[in-house]
């Protein structure tokens, strides 16, 4: 059976069209009928002509027409004939990029997985994001009376900050520069908002930390300077929690990381294999099950998949995104 899609379409630079695909399953492939797809910031930099280098996770070949799109879930339509995991009507997550920006998605069996029990429809479309996030969250090991620092408030620094919350620090601090993606962030337990395009980040913590420094920073903002700044705010013999994608070169001043003797936790673990995956993706979305972690406040503007372009147009110049989803 051959089903016929929309797919997004990257020509070039700020240049995106949906396009008429036809999907054939392969022997050990799923077919798969979106409820809802997720705009990733790193959709948000293709756009704008970031495309980043293949690597072992990432296997498209960086160039234009870009096939877009890897946050979605929906509802096995159809199962290759090697596929004994799933079955026609299971409700699945994607993990993988297989131009998932569309009605319909192809993706080899291992790229998704099944939806745990209790999570919505909504929240297990995005359960690749969630589950990042929440991985980095939980890498973190946030300790009762940490002072936890998350640089970026977008949709991973906001699950990330909730993490530190729930794990019982003692002081959670969000930086970005970003007026109205700090306001979500004290509203879902934040308690500090620094605004670094007015304040001093780094002063700001120095001063509430009595001049020690965050026990904590995670970086998931993915610019040089917040990087820099995380390095200058934690304290000696601190913890570094390394999350953002950083796909262009950038100069560190990593002498306290010598210095100081930090431990560099390396938090963006993309998806690791399938077998892990099985693992830690359902164990890592049971806080937000259990209400602890709130991701509904985060999905802030939602469009149809036929309002694509309107959609990148708003991502790519909106300082209150974080979340934009759109619906088949
Ligand atoms: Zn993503």
Redesign the pocket.
């Known amino acids: 059976m051959t089903v016929v899609t929309k797919a997004a379409v990257l020509k070039g630079p700020y240049d995106i069209e949906l396009t008429e695909r036809e999907l054939v399953c392969g022997e050990t492939e799923v077919i798969v009928k979106n409820h809802l797809v ?1 705009i ?4 948000k930099n293709f756009y704008r002509g970031q495309l980043p280098p293949k690597t072992a996770e990432f296997r498209q070949e960086p160039g234009f027409p870009f096939l877009l799109g ?2 979605s879930g929906g509802t096995v339509v159809e199962v290759g004939s090697r596929v004994h995991e799933y079955k026609v009507g299971d409700k699945v997550m994607a993990f993988g990029w297989n131009n998932n920006l569309a009605e319909y998605f192809k993706a080899p069996v291992e790229e998704v997985q099944l939806v745990p029990e209790g999570l919505d429809m909504d929240l297990a479309s995005l359960g ?2 969630i589950g ?1 996030a929440m991985f980095a969250g939980l890498e973190a090991g946030v300790k009762l009376g940490d002072t936890v620092a998350v640089f970026g408030a977008g949709f991973a620094g906001q699950v990330i900050a909730q993490c530190a919350r729930a794990a019982g620090a003692y002081l959670v601090v969000v930086i970005d520069v970003c007026t109205g993606k700090l306001q979500l962030a004290k509203q879902l337990g934040a308690h500090v908002a620094v605004n670094a395009a007015t304040d001093d980040p780094v002063q700001v913590i120095k001063d509430l930390t009595h001049g020690h420094g965050a026990d904590i920073v995670v970086e998931a903002a993915g610019t040089e300077t917040a990087i820099n700044q995380a390095t200058q705010a934690l304290c000696h013999g601190g913890k570094f929690v390394f999350y953002s994608w950083v796909t262009t070169p950038v100069r560190l001043d990593i002498s306290r990381w010598h210095d100081d003797g930090f431990t560099f936790v390396n938090a963006c673990l993309v998806h690791h294999s399938r077998e892990e995956r099985q693992v830690w993706a359902p164990r890592a979305l049971r806080p937000v099950i259990q209400g602890l972690v709130k991701i509904h406040p985060l999905i802030t503007h939602e469009f149809k998949v036929e309002e694509i372009k309107e959609a990148f147009a708003f991502v790519a110049q909106d300082e209150t995104a974080v979340k934009v989803v759109l619906r088949p």
Do not use: A, F, Q
């Open positions: 997720g990733c910031g790193s959709d890897h946050e690749e994001p990042c």
